[in-house]
């Protein structure tokens, strides 16, 4: 006999945004940071983040959370 084994799934809040060279389009830093914390995702990933540096990257990641 095959025992069962119980599944439990949990939904995962992914956001995934191309930036498109590093917030232009009149978005700054300040209004993204404000869209990616309300929408509290557990996953983040963002594409075309160039001309940012290894540094800016981590203070606006700390500000993401």
């Known amino acids: 006999a095959q025992s069962e084994t119980s599944r ?3 939904p995962i809040k992914l956001v995934n ?19 990616i914390k309300s929408q509290s995702p557990q996953v983040l ?8 540096t290894e540094d800016q990257l981590k203070i606006a990641a700390t500000a993401w959370g």
């Open 17 to 35: 945004w191309n930036i498109l060279y590093g917030f232009s389009r009149r978005k700054t830093l300040s209004d993204c940071t404000d869209w």
């Open 45 to 52: 990933a963002l594409q075309e983040l160039n001309g940012f």
């Open 8 to 10: 439990t799934t949990v």
